[in-house]
Each structure stands twice: as structure tokens, then as C-alpha cells.
């Protein structure tokens, strides 16, 4: 079941209760950011014949590419995680180009870490950031796998920490959303806290992991 809600003006949240995925409405096409698993069949739910559908993707983790179909023409995607996309034309995008849809003008922020090629999307003039999974309250934020780059994460977190004054609203793809741009300082503590080793862990049941406990945030996340 996915639940659809307008967050603001023409941007509307699809959530399947595990991830998220954004469609921003314009003119005469519509933009999507992200496209949930495949089983949730996000595209045939939203596209329509009579406007064009662009799609951009915040990194390549499965739950975040896995809907995209033979609909879609193109995607856009970081350089870096554009070899995960088998299945559709890629678009590779770089930091500071602009992907505009409607009254939304998003300058790409590229913030690796979770993955090499994560992005945010960022409007300036209405203070919204997409942060992906880079930035979340509660979480857990996957931090353990080869592609993961905790010191790229920790240095993007402080990219995004110095243009906080300018973010209203953090919109992320999982748990809660929206949430405010304080999240920045406090994830980037938690992780500052892990990789001094002072955060509490135990093994994460199921899973070749450790779940590390933030005071705003878990990690999951393996010494190497
Ligand atoms: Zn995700």
C-alpha cells in the first residue's frame, strides 16, 4: 500500500511504509525523485499519458531504482552511481546542475558516503533540501558495505552544515518527514560519536552488521 500526501505546493510524498519517494508537479510534465522497489509499481501509478515524466534518483540503493520500467526513456543520476542502473538510459549529473520542474528550481548537492554518487537536491529560494538517505531522525542510516565511505559521509554532512541557515525543511526518504534542518549538526554528531567509538552497539539481528546508537540517529555500520 502506498500512501500518497501533499507536503507542500505541488510536491507530493509516495511512502510504501519503508521508503519514500517524491513527485514534484508541473506544467505539463512531472518530476520524480526516486521510485521506490519494484513490486510497489510506482511508475504506471503516476505517469500520464498526456505529460512527461523526468526521473532523478538520490543514489542507487535498490529501494530507490528498483521501480524503475521500460516506461521510463531516461534517468538522471550521479556519475558515480550511474553503473547500477541496467535497465534504463542514463543522464549523469554533476554538483551544481540544476533540475527544475514547476515553481521548483533544485541545484544538485553532491554528498558522498552512503553511496559514492549520493546527491540532495536543494531549492534554495523555498529552503527545501531531498536528502535521500544521507539525512534522517531516528534512522537507521546504512553505513556498512563496501560502496559505504564513513570519512566521504562525515564530510558531506559539514558540506551540508554550512548551508544550513538557508534550509527550512529537510525532506528524507525514510522515517520521519518533513523534519527541520537541525538534523544536520545532529546526525553529523552521531557519526563523529561512531567513529570515535563512543557510541553503544550490538549486532543487528539478521543482518553482517552492528547497529550503533546515536542520540538523534542509529548507524548500521561494521568495523572493518
Ligand atoms: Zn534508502
Request: proline share 4%; aromatic share 8%; with cysteine.
Amino acid at each position: 500500500m502506498i500512501e500518497v500526501k501533499e507536503l507542500f505546493e505541488d510536491i507530493y510524498a509516495y511512502d510504501n511504509g519503508r521508503v519514500r519517494a517524491f513527485l514534484i508537479k508541473g506544467e505539463n510534465e512531472d518530476l520524480l525523485i526516486d521510485t521506490l522497489f519494484k513490486e510497489d509499481k510506482l511508475i504506471p501509478m503516476i505517469k500520464k499519458e498526456d505529460r512527461s515524466l523526468k526521473v532523478v534518483l538520490t543514489h542507487s540503493d535498490r529501494d530507490h531504482i528498483g521501480g524503475l520500467d521500460e516506461e521510463v526513456k531516461e534517468c538522471y543520476i550521479h556519475l558515480y552511481d550511474a553503473a547500477d542502473i541496467k535497465t534504463t538510459k542514463v543522464i549523469t549529473i554533476k554538483e551544481g546542475d540544476h533540475i527544475s520542474c514547476g515553481r521548483y528550481d533544485f541545484i544538485v548537492i553532491h554528498i558522498p558516503g552512503h553511496t559514492k554518487g549520493s546527491i540532495a537536491l536543494f531549492d534554495k529560494e523555498k529552503g527545501i533540501l531531498i536528502s535521500g538517505d544521507s539525512i534522517q531522525k531516528g534512522g537507521p542510516i546504512y553505513m556498512f558495505g563496501e560502496h559505504r565511505d564513513l570519512d566521504a559521509y562525515i564530510a558531506s554532512l559539514k558540506k551540508l552544515k554550512n548551508i544550513k541557515n538557508d534550509i527550512k525543511v529537510i525532506l528524507p526518504s525514510h522515517h520521519d518527514c518533513p523534519i527541520d534542518p537541525s538534523y544536520i549538526e545532529k546526525d553529523l554528531e552521531d557519526i563523529l560519536a561512531l567513529k570515535e567509538g563512543r557510541l553503544r552497539h550490538e549486532k543487528t539481528p539478521n543482518m553482517p552488521c552492528d547497529t550503533y546508537h546515536g542520540t538523534y540517529v542509529d548507524y548500521y555500520y561494521i568495523e572493518n
